[in-house]
């Protein structure tokens, strides 16, 4: 067969993903339900690069590979009466904004972002930074700070830790509180500030992934009180204004972050510039799965481009490092995570191989798909305990994180990073103690 022939086949496969999504929809009743956005967010994610990048080779069976995963993640759906949970689900609705946008919330919310602010500027300072000097010359000053993190230069240590925290939590809370306000002049006056600290850590850091995680948190924090109001539509289409009007904003946000990247400061011809920007848009966009699709060529014994290093079997520590890390695990990461980029004809170069090369690693390649089928089980049983119980917060904490981890596993896994076990904990502490806070009202609603 030849390089098209192949590229059809694994828009074919992509395709198959959406058919999931939809099939699993129609099962259960709606789109809010991790095995199906499972599904829907890998086809986004496999059908726009196969699509804008289609003169770039793969091999269909990295995407039929990750079909099967996200198959297997289905699957462990089966054992679960849903019909009967989301009809128990809709008695619930009246509480939501009670809960939900109350008076400690609210507090929450105003403290988690002001911290935000000042932990991230500590944090910079800690690392050398002047501020001054950050801010009048942005560009040159958030490269070197990106290009410092991605040498592993900098230290975090618990003040590092608390920025990340405080500004990953601002973006749930402000979901929270969004979604209850009755006019939309408040709902995007609520996401700008509760937005606020991670547009400051990606523009002055030049952290890209900040403004992404953040934005998965807000959705998922959405999605969570679109289940709590018994309003089980996935996107309407006042959502769909909503999300280009957000894209506009970010996208220049964006591109002074990609400018500021190392070497990428400076530019002063405009068709260099232009090119430079499409380079980096599709090495940070477009090229994972294409690295991905290389590295299982390798694995499988296949012709591949790149020869990777032969780490197979590490029990967890790809996907779960920091875990490993705090228990003592030695074993050494360059920066960038791994020793090999791909690099592909002047087209894009990324060392970001999407989460299923660091489960292949772990678990080796059957033992990821039995692996999904497993982390299925266990996110599908809180899912469920989430619907049919009023006050599950730890479930509540689950599932913003696996909205989370669904989202980012384009790139990796979530859960190499420490931040995202605390940000859960601290979720699940916030509603717990929101709930006894406002114990009056709830009881005159029941």
């Not at 105003?110 to 602010?117: D, E, G, N, R, S």
């Not at 749930?172 to 509180?177: A, D, E, P, Q, Y």
């Not at 290389?294 to 014994?301: A, E, N, R």
Request: with cysteine; charged share 10%.
């Amino acid at each position: 067969m030849s390089g098209i022939e192949f590229k059809l086949i694994a828009i074919l496969i992509s395709i198959f993903m959406l058919l999931q999504a939809y099939i699993i929809r129609v099962a259960v009743g709606t789109y809010i339900f991790p095995a199906s956005l499972l599904s829907l967010a890998w086809f986004i994610f496999t059908i726009i690069p196969l699509v804008v990048l289609y003169d770039v080779p793969i091999n269909p069976i990295a995407i039929l590979y990750i079909f099967g995963c996200c198959t297997a993640f289905s699957l462990s759906a089966l054992p679960f009466r849903w019909r009967h949970a989301f009809a128990i689900n809709s008695n619930k609705l009246i509480i939501s904004q009670y809960l939900f946008d109350s008076k400690f919330i609210n507090y929450c919310l105003y403290v988690t972002i002001i911290m935000a602010f000042i932990f991230s500027s500590l944090s910079m300072i800690t690392n050398g930074v002047n501020l001054s000097s950050m801010f009048s010359n942005l560009l040159e000053a958030s490269g070197e700070y990106a290009a410092r993190r991605g040498h592993e230069q900098l230290e975090y240590g618990a003040i590092g830790t608390a920025s990340i925290c405080f500004t990953y939590m601002a973006p749930i809370l402000g979901g929270f509180v969004s979604y209850a306000k009755k006019t939309p002049a408040k709902r995007i006056l609520y996401l700008s500030i509760s937005m606020a600290p991670a547009l400051y850590f990606m523009v002055t850091q030049s952290a890209k992934l900040a403004i992404l995680t953040a934005i998965a948190l807000f959705l998922a924090s959405t999605l969570l009180m679109k289940i709590y109001s018994g309003k089980l539509n996935l996107v309407k289409t006042s959502d769909i204004y909503k999300i280009i009007l957000l894209l506009l904003i970010l996208f220049p946000l964006l591109l002074i972050s990609f400018l500021s990247r190392e070497g990428y400061s400076g530019v002063g011809d405009s068709k260099e510039t232009l090119r430079l920007l499409i380079y980096a848009i599709s090495s940070y966009i477009f090229g994972q799965i294409y690295a991905f699709s290389d590295f299982l060529s390798f694995y499988l014994g296949m012709e591949s481009i790149e020869v990777y290093k032969n780490d197979f079997y590490s029990l967890g520590y790809y996907s779960f490092k920091s875990i490993f890390d705090y228990f003592g695990g030695t074993k050494f990461f360059p920066p960038g995570y791994y020793h090999e980029s791909f690099y592909y004809s002047d087209v894009f170069e990324t060392n970001i191989f999407t989460l299923f090369r660091a489960l292949i690693y772990d678990f080796g390649g059957a033992g990821a798909i039995m692996f999904m089928f497993v982390l299925g089980l266990f996110v599908h049983a809180l899912f469920y305990r989430l619907l049919v119980r009023r006050y599950s917060w730890m479930a509540c904490a689950v599932f913003i994180v696996t909205l989370v981890f669904i989202q980012m596993s384009y790139l990796s896994s979530i859960f190499v990073a420490r931040y995202m076990y605390l940000i859960g904990v601290a979720l699940f502490l916030i509603l717990f103690i929101n709930q006894r806070v406002t114990k009056s009202y709830v009881r005159q609603i029941q």
